[in-house]
């Protein structure tokens, strides 16, 4: 039988009956071979002078590194002329990116962090890209701030791409979760993981544990239930896991179950969490609903939060559907 690559699997996808428009099929094709790209990059290395710091900082006030601003041009170049697009939105830009003049706009909106997880490239961990896509408000044809600012719910599509020993797209667009592996010889993604699910039940966990004094009270309980294991209340041992790459997280709770925890905590009580709801919570969250887990920010489903602002910070608590439950309610019995 041959293999499903995935133009392939998208050009199916599309001819059944209204499951996947055209123009949403080439975008993720091209963001696929922007992916490919930053894949080759992060894999060089120091052999191509790509590790270390860039000497910049981005909107949030963080030090970028060499590769955040690589794979952030390479998305921005590789997406700009294809027409499917209205504007681009990054992590990593404090504003919208505008299709220059020369090409045609499109339908949707690209929004993507170019490289999560990037304090751990210079010691060769597992890093990321995470995207989302929304349709543009009908009739916009210069969409500002205000036109991304649209609830994790109106996404179209969602995915990320992990660059580990191998280099993994795992996407949605409503219909499940599937994930194509990098095939360096041919150049192309090839499925290989179908209709992936989230186990509903788990014994592990992902935080940063060195943070737990700054914790709420209710992911304080939650978190030392686990740690007592076999003779605490949950009646049972958990392993901790802590990669400090969203991407490396959520993929392995994908592929065995877990939950990932970002927390609010107390050392900026202005802001609601580390992570960024339109570029890391809502395109996570799509994903892992979509393969029959549960996304929370410990108080409602993050998909269903409405966006204030372009940059938008979120607590996180994703994964698993019984442990997410779990926390989430701990945190509604402590209101």
């Not at 601003?69 to 697009?85: H, P, Q, T």
């Not at 989230?198 to 992902?206: G, L």
């Amino acid at each position: 039988m041959s293999r499903i690559t995935l133009s392939r699997f998208l050009i199916e996808q599309q001819r059944k009956a209204g499951t996947l428009p055209p123009e949403l099929r080439l975008l993720i094709e091209t963001v696929g071979r922007a992916c490919k790209a930053i894949s080759y990059s992060v894999n060089k290395g120091a052999l191509a002078d790509v590790l270390g710091e860039a000497g910049t900082g981005n909107v949030q006030g963080e030090a970028q590194k060499k590769l955040d601003v690589i794979a952030n041009d390479f998305l921005l170049d590789a997406n700009e002329w294809g027409g499917s697009l209205a504007a681009m939105a990054s992590e990593e830009m404090e504003l919208p990116y505008h299709i220059p003049g020369e090409y045609p706009k499109g339908e949707y909106l690209l929004m993507f962090d170019p490289l999560d997880g990037s304090s751990n490239i210079d010691v060769n961990i597992s890093v990321g890209t995470i995207f989302s896509i929304l349709r543009s408000p009908e009739g916009v044809t210069q969409p500002t701030e205000a036109d991304f600012l649209q609830p994790g719910t109106h996404q179209v599509a969602a995915g990320y791409t992990v660059y580990g020993p191998q280099t993994m797209l795992v996407l949605t667009f409503g219909s499940g979760v599937h994930g194509f592996t990098l095939d360096r010889e041919h150049g192309s993604f090839v499925l290989t993981h179908p209709d992936m699910k989230v186990p509903e039940r788990t014994a592990e966990f992902a935080i940063n544990m060195s943070n737990m004094r700054h914790w709420e009270a209710p992911v304080r309980r939650y978190v030392d239930e686990m740690l007592a294991g076999a003779t605490g209340p949950r009646g049972r041992d958990f392993n901790m896991r802590w990669v400090a790459s969203m991407v490396a997280e959520v993929h392995r709770i994908i592929t065995r179950g877990g939950i990932f925890m970002y927390p609010k905590d107390a050392r900026d009580p202005s802001k609601a969490g580390k992570l960024r709801l339109m570029y890391e919570g809502n395109p996570m969250a799509f994903i892992i609903e979509q393969a029959g887990g549960v996304a929370t920010n410990g108080h409602q489903r993050i998909m269903d939060i409405q966006p204030t602002k372009l940059h938008e910070r979120v607590a996180v608590f994703l994964g698993s559907k019984e442990e997410v439950e779990l926390v989430t309610r701990y945190h509604a019995e402590q209101q």
